[in-house]
């Protein structure tokens, strides 16, 4: 596949993909915390644009609905949030040490060609560029799990739960040119419930034990306990 | 309820969330059940695990906001696999045109032999990951045992009776789509599977338990196993033991889980090497265990006992290898329960130990259903069940 040989539309939303896919990686490699949520949000920015790209050159309106929730979500309510909680808890200076960067970027990178092995079959049922734009998503999916995986901070891992619902929503918009409209209403529902949620529990649990680091909740165990 | 305010644990606020949490978590269970639409089902489905998050956290102990936010966390992203997998569904029905209906499940069901049999295979594992989680599949498990351990009792018992069983409801429905797109049982071998898996290792981990709201969530872990077995074998008995088993141990299960909330009122602990003489302490309690663990472990008359026969003659008709390992794994789960209930209902009493005011009665008739349907299952019920299992696998039951 030519990138010159497809249409104006098709190129636009290849390189959409490839940012994204890129900003999970920043946010892979990022030890401080403030820069993390600021990566986060530009991810949230690519997909309001791609929302509204998508919704005009296929004119359909209600992908403009989904572009504004996205925008207030994920661009400015979300990060804000965080923001606030790392200011408030006075770690904005903090950078956390990932141990072995590179064996991290190492595994992003294999994860990235692991989704499009898993999608290749889709292939013969689509146009390759829809193949590209799927396996981002999916990887942009797998790597929030990486982010959470390798980080400490229940920040990092609020941030990775929601680039995982970056990736998804992308897949959605890419693949599918939205969901139905009330699946999405709902969708994003659960999305401001669940940040909602996680602001309580970052009081709850800094009330508990003192402290942001998931690594000290470990109360709970099969052996010897 | 009362019991924990009196102690102290909770506040009258904190009671306030509890109730109003709880319903928003009843309405998205029966969302769950009642929509045609996959999509919503993915957001009812998200919904109760968010009405359900603060619920566990509610005595606020260091143990229990671990127990919510590892619940959260491992649940947020299990079931975002859920939603690529369903994002994959509708991707595959859209190609079909009419992109109105194409998340309607009655519209996917009649058109499902249309569909493209890679992409709906490539979904079916999503959505069984995503939903599996929530089942409590192993490797999937981990939160199940802290959330039950440490949530509210009236919590584990919903969270045992109805959300495993939702979420299991909603990968069958996924199945008939994939199984009618394929024409081959791909997505049963991995049912049975993960099924087989979680029976086993959750098995084993009965004989380890300390706690006593931990032991009877590995054993709902097991019976869910035993249920994704039986579903994903297929074929009209295992799909109709399969229902059975779920209505079964549902009851069960909840009439366990209220016993055990007094169990551990009595004793003032939820360890179970503390407790002791509960049926000199308080007979009804006691006994409602003991009764509880014998049902659950599979003893007849009850009705646990019927659905799990009937699925080890599915198993030796079809799968006749499969059979000594089932028959093991039950064998290793009923010594494993016994083993801990035993001390805790007989010997003597221990002398601080009081009776509390109880009211058995739902334990009392949820037990006695369940003995009810391993007697005689009424005849309006096993039609019922029939016409499930004829949707459900094609054929009927006997």
Same mark, same amino acid.
């Not at chain 2, 260091?62 to 939603?83: D, H, N, R």
């Not at chain 2, 690529?84 to 991707?91: A, D, E, H, K, R």
């Not at chain 2, 295992?238 to 169990?263: E, P, Q, R, W």
């Not at chain 2, 130990?353 to 037990?367: F, R, S, T, Y």
């Given at each position: ?97 990932? !141990? ?26 689509? =146009? ?10 999916? =990887? ?86 | ?97 009419? =992109? ?5 499940? !009655? ?52 969270? !045992? ?145 019927? =659905? ?91």
């Amino acid at each position: 596949m030519n990138i010159v040989e497809q249409d104006f539309y098709t190129q636009i939303i290849l390189s959409m993909a490839a940012l994204v896919g890129l900003t999970s990686f920043l946010m892979l490699g990022q030890g401080r915390l403030l820069r993390l949520i600021f990566v986060f949000a530009l991810q949230g920015l690519l997909l309001t644009l791609t929302t509204a790209l998508v919704a005009y050159s296929l004119d359909n309106p209600h992908l403009y609905i989904s572009a504004v929730m996205t925008l207030a979500l994920k661009v400015i309510f979300i990060p804000w949030m965080l923001r606030r909680e790392v200011m408030q808890m006075n770690m904005h200076r903090d950078v956390e040490a990932l !141990s072995n960067k590179t064996a991290l970027m190492l595994g992003g990178a294999s994860l990235t060609v692991f989704s499009y092995y898993v999608l290749h079959p889709i292939v013969q049922t689509t =146009s390759p560029a829809m193949l590209n734009a799927l396996a981002v998503s999916l =990887s942009v999916v797998l790597l929030g799990m990486l982010l959470m995986i390798s980080h400490r901070q229940a920040i990092a891992h609020v941030v990775g739960f929601m680039s995982i619902e970056n990736g998804l929503f992308f897949a959605a918009i890419v693949a599918t040119n939205g969901m139905p409209m009330v699946v999405e209403l709902g969708i994003a529902f659960d999305v401001l419930v669940a940040a909602v949620l996680f602001g309580i529990f970052f009081f709850h649990i800094r009330s508990s034990i003192d402290s942001l680091d998931v690594d000290k909740l470990n109360r709970l165990n099969e052996v010897d306990k | 309820m009362a019991h924990e305010k009196a102690i102290g644990k909770l506040t009258d606020s904190r009671l306030k969330m509890y109730y109003s949490m709880y319903q928003g978590f009843m309405l998205a269970m029966y969302l769950v059940l009642t929509t045609n639409n996959m999509g919503i089902m993915w957001v009812a489905m998200e919904g109760a695990t968010l009405a359900t998050v603060l619920l566990v956290s509610l005595y606020r102990t260091p143990e229990s906001i671990e127990a919510a936010w590892k619940y959260f966390i491992l649940c947020g992203v299990g079931i975002a696999q859920a939603l690529f997998g369903t994002i994959l569904l509708y991707y595959a029905a859209a190609q079909l045109g009419d =992109s109105d209906g194409a998340l309607l499940w !009655s519209v996917l069901y009649a058109n499902a032999d249309k569909l493209n049999p890679d992409v709906l295979e490539i979904a079916f594992v999503f959505l069984l990951i995503g939903y599996g989680t929530k089942i409590g599949l192993v490797p999937l498990h981990n939160w199940l045992p802290d959330a039950h351990s440490e949530g509210p009792t009236p919590m584990s018992a919903v969270l !045992s009776g109805l959300l495993l069983n939702d979420a299991l409801y909603a990968v069958v429905r996924n199945k008939m789509l994939v199984d009618g797109a394929t024409h081959s049982n791909i997505a049963g071998y991995l049912m049975m599977g993960f099924g087989m898996l979680s029976f086993l290792v959750a098995a084993l981990f009965l004989h380890r338990q300390k706690d006593i709201k931990r032991l009877f969530s590995y054993s709902s872990i097991e019976h869910m196993g035993i249920m994704t077995f039986a579903f994903g074998m297929g074929g009209g008995m295992a799909t109709f033991a399969a229902l059975l088993h779920m209505t079964v141990h549902s009851l069960t299960k909840s009439a366990i889980f209220v016993t055990v909330g007094y169990a551990s009122q009595i004793a003032g602990t939820q360890s179970i090497d503390k407790i002791h003489g509960l049926i000199k302490t308080q007979p009804k309690v006691g006994w409602g265990l003991l009764i509880g663990t014998i049902a659950i472990a599979g003893f007849p008359p009850f009705g646990v006992f019927t =659905s799990e026969f009937l699925v080890l003659v599915a198993t030796m008709h079809n799968y006749p290898w499969l059979a000594p390992l089932l028959l093991l794994g039950i064998g290793i789960a009923f010594a494993g329960l016994f083993r801990h209930v035993q001390p805790m209902t007989y010997g003597a009493k221990p002398e601080t130990q009081q009776a509390v005011k109880a009211n058995l009665w739902p334990v009392m008739i949820h037990l006695a259903l369940v003995l009810w349907l391993g007697l005689s299952i009424p005849t309006f019920l096993a039609n019922w069940f029939s016409q499930a299992t004829l949707l459900i696998s094609g054929s009927t039951p006997l």
